[in-house]
C-alpha cells in the first residue's frame, strides 16, 4: 500500500530501499520515537487518522491527506508499528 | 528486516519502469500488438531449436561414452561428421534464417506515411513526447507518457537532446536507439488496450535506470475521449478533492491552513519552475525539463517512477533529489510547506 501511493517519496521507510526521500522525517523505528508530526499521541490509531487527514491533525504540515482509505491507512499505520526496524 | 531488498520490488507497481520489466507472463514474452508479436514467435522457435539441438548433443554424448560399440564406430564415422556437422545445421539454420526473415518482415516494411507520428526525444533523464499533425507540426505536447489508439501503426519518432538512449515498450516492440542528430523510426501498434511500461534500455549515465514511461493504448471511445480532453481550451479548474471513499472521518483535501491566500500559479512563476518547465497558456515556456501542461493528468512523476498525488508531487518537489539521485531538477527546500503544497496544488489541475 505504501509503495502504491508513493509515501517513500518523502520519507525514509524501513523495508522499502528506495526511494528514501527526505522532505518528511524518516519513519525508522516509528514507534519509538516520540509523538506523531510532534504533536499527537503516537498511536496506530492516531497514525492511521493522520495518514488521511495531516491537514487537519495538524495545520500547517507538509504533509497533504494522502488517497488512502480507512483501511488502507490502518494497515500503514499497523505496518510501522509492526516492523522491526531497530 | 533486510534492507537488501531489490529496487524494483520497492516501486509501486504502477510505476512505468516496473511494468516494463516485470510481470507474468514477462513483458517480453507478453506481446500487445503484431510487432512485438512476431519476435516472440521467433524467440521461444530460438529457444525450442536450442533445446532440441542440446538434447541430440547430450544424447550423442552419451552413446560416445557408454554406448555400444557398434554406435560408437558409428559415430565416430565420417557419414556422422557429413551429416550431423554439415548437412543438418546447414539446412536447419538456412530453414531458420528463411523462415525468420519472413516472418518478421513486417518490421522492416516501408513507413507508409499515413500513419500517426509521435515525436519521442530523449533527455537525461525523461522522455519528451509530441504529437504531430500530417504536416509535422507539433499540436500536443506531454512528457513520460505515450497515448496510443489500439489497432493502428504509430510511427514514433526518435530523437536524443544530449545522449545515447533507447526506447523500449517489450510489449509493444524491441528496442530502438535514440541518437543525437539524427531521427529513428520506430513503428509500434497495440491491439489491447491497457497500459504497458516503457524504460531507456540504453546507459545514459546518472539516475538512467529511474527513467522511463508510460504507455496507454486507448480503444476507439476511449482515445476520442482522450484527444478530446488534450485538445480542448483548458480553463483553469477549481481545486479538485483526490477521489476515494471517505466514510466516518471526511478526508478534508480542501482544508490547507494559509495556502488559500498562496497562488500556486504564481509562486510556480516566481520560484523559477517556469525557467525549465512549459505550462500551456501561462508565461512558463521553459523546455529544460518535462512539460507540465497536463501533469495532473498524468500517471506518474520523475519519469514512470512515483505514482501522481499530492504527496508524492510535493515530495518531488520538496527534495527530488532523494528521489532521483543526480537529475537535473534541484530540490526546492527553501519552499515553505504551504507553498509547496499551493504548487501542488495548482500543478494538479493541469490536465
Known amino acids: ?86 | 528486516m533486510s534492507r537488501r531488498i531489490s529496487i524494483l520490488s520497492t516501486m509501486n507497481s504502477n510505476s512505468g519502469i516496473v511494468e516494463a520489466w516485470w510481470g507474468w507472463p514477462p513483458p517480453v514474452l507478453d506481446p500487445a500488438g503484431p510487432y512485438a508479436d512476431s519476435v516472440m514467435v521467433l524467440t521461444w522457435a530460438l529457444i525450442g531449436m536450442g533445446a532440441v539441438v542440446t538434447a541430440i548433443v547430450v544424447a550423442a554424448l552419451y552413446v560416445a561414452i557408454k554406448g555400444p560399440e557398434r554406435l560408437k564406430t558409428k559415430l565416430g564415422g565420417e557419414r556422422a561428421v557429413w551429416i550431423g556437422g554439415i548437412a543438418f545445421p546447414g539446412i536447419v539454420l538456412t530453414g531458420l534464417l528463411v523462415w525468420g526473415l519472413t516472418l518478421t518482415a513486417s518490421l522492416t516494411h516501408d513507413i507508409t506515411g499515413n500513419e500517426m507520428r509521435v515525436r519521442v526525444t530523449g533527455y537525461m533523464w525523461w522522455f519528451d513526447v509530441e504529437y504531430l499533425d500530417e504536416s509535422g507540426n507539433v499540436v500536443m505536447r506531454d512528457a513520460n507518457e505515450l497515448h496510443l489508439p489500439v489497432g493502428k501503426p504509430v510511427v514514433i519518432e526518435l530523437a536524443s537532446a544530449d545522449v545515447i538512449h533507447s526506447f523500449w515498450v517489450p510489449h509493444l516492440s524491441g528496442k530502438k536507439d535514440m541518437i543525437p542528430g539524427r531521427t529513428n523510426l520506430l513503428r509500434i501498434q497495440a491491439d489491447k488496450s491497457g497500459r504497458y511500461g516503457g524504460v531507456c534500455a540504453e546507459y545514459c549515465g546518472g539516475p538512467h535506470a529511474l527513467m522511463g514511461f508510460v504507455t496507454v493504448a486507448h480503444d476507439a471511445r476511449g482515445w476520442s475521449a482522450w484527444w478530446q480532453s488534450r485538445s480542448s481550451e483548458r480553463p483553469e479548474a477549481a481545486d479538485r478533492h483526490v477521489p476515494g471513499a471517505l466514510p466516518a472521518v471526511a478526508r478534508n483535501v480542501s482544508l490547507r491552513a494559509d495556502s488559500d491566500d498562496l497562488n500556486g500559479r504564481q509562486l510556480f512563476m516566481d520560484s523559477g519552475c517556469a525557467a525549465c518547465h512549459r505550462v500551456a497558456g501561462t508565461l512558463a515556456n521553459g523546455l529544460a525539463g518535462p512539460d507540465l501542461t497536463h501533469v495532473g493528468s498524468r500517471l506518474t512523476l520523475g519519469a514512470g517512477i512515483l505514482p501522481n498525488n499530492r504527496g508524492t508531487m510535493i515530495g518531488w518537489i520538496g527534495d527530488s533529489q532523494s528521489i532521483k539521485p543526480g537529475n537535473r531538477m534541484p530540490s526546492y527546500d527553501m519552499l515553505s510547506a504551504k507553498e509547496m503544497e499551493a504548487i501542488a496544488i495548482w500543478l494538479e489541475q493541469q490536465k
Open chain 1, 1 to 86: 500500500m505504501m509503495r502504491e501511493v508513493g509515501c517513500a517519496a518523502c520519507h525514509e521507510i524501513p523495508g522499502i530501499a528506495w526511494p528514501e526521500g527526505r522532505t518528511g522525517p524518516s519513519l525508522v523505528g516509528f514507534d519509538d520515537i516520540g509523538p506523531i508530526a510532534g504533536t499527537l499521541p503516537n498511536t496506530p490509531e492516531n497514525l492511521a487518522f493522520f495518514v488521511r487527514n495531516a491537514p487537519l491533525a495538524k495545520p500547517g504540515s507538509t504533509m497533504p491527506a494522502m488517497p488512502l482509505t480507512e483501511e488502507e491507512a490502518r494497515d500503514v499505520a499497523a505496518y510501522l508499528y509492526i516492523i522491526d526496524d531497530e
